[in-house]
């Protein structure tokens, strides 16, 4: 089946334009197009981190773990590292501290976000049940770091960028399969 526009027998014309479907692009219909990318490009860009965010995502996906859902809590939990020691410093500073939940049918795991020098964040996590777990930190064109929690579960990160960040999380005993957090900004 030939989908080709039949030939306009009656080619309308408005002023000096006129619509041929066989036609050639000339250098004005190039100039149009070259004006309507600059258009799109100025109105609505190309995020410059596009690639990176994409191929995070796929490694992420190529893990093939499950994901977990994230409970975010409004207040720090009393005793959470960072928190008091940045109001000892300075009674106005504010409380930076973030606790994050995260929940999988097999694995729950909290973690709490707080300032560290140089403006990059540490994280302090928990695991339950406890066991041998190895958490994997991975950030987009950063190398994997990995980290193994204690017999309590508990885990740490002391010093990250800020940025785009997931936690992976696998039994060290080879039990069961890969638990990956949602990508969250640290």
Not at 18 to 45: E, N, Y
Not at 70 to 85: N, Q, T
């Amino acid at each position: 089946m030939d989908l080709t526009p039949e030939p306009n027998k009656d080619e309308e014309a408005v002023g000096d334009l006129s619509f041929d479907p066989k036609g050639m692009l000339d250098a004005d219909d190039g100039a149009v197009l070259t004006r309507l990318a600059q258009l799109v490009d100025a109105m609505d860009p190309v995020p410059s981190d596009l690639v990176e965010r994409s191929l995070f995502a796929v490694t992420l996906a190529g893990l093939e773990a499950d994901l977990m859902e994230a409970v975010y809590l409004d207040a720090p939990l009393a005793g959470v590292r960072g928190a008091a020691a940045a109001a000892r410093a300075d009674d106005t500073a504010p409380a930076e501290a973030k606790t994050i939940t995260f929940t999988h049918d097999s694995l729950t795991v909290m973690i709490s976000l707080s300032p560290s020098a140089g403006g990059r964040v540490r994280i302090d996590g928990w695991a339950a049940p406890a066991a041998g777990l190895d958490v994997e930190l991975h950030r987009p064109g950063a190398d994997v770091v990995t980290v193994a929690s204690d017999e309590d579960g508990r885990f740490s990160f002391d010093s990250v960028e800020r940025g785009r960040a997931s936690l992976v999380v696998r039994r060290t005993d080879g039990g069961g399969g890969a638990v990956s957090t949602p990508v969250i900004e640290l």
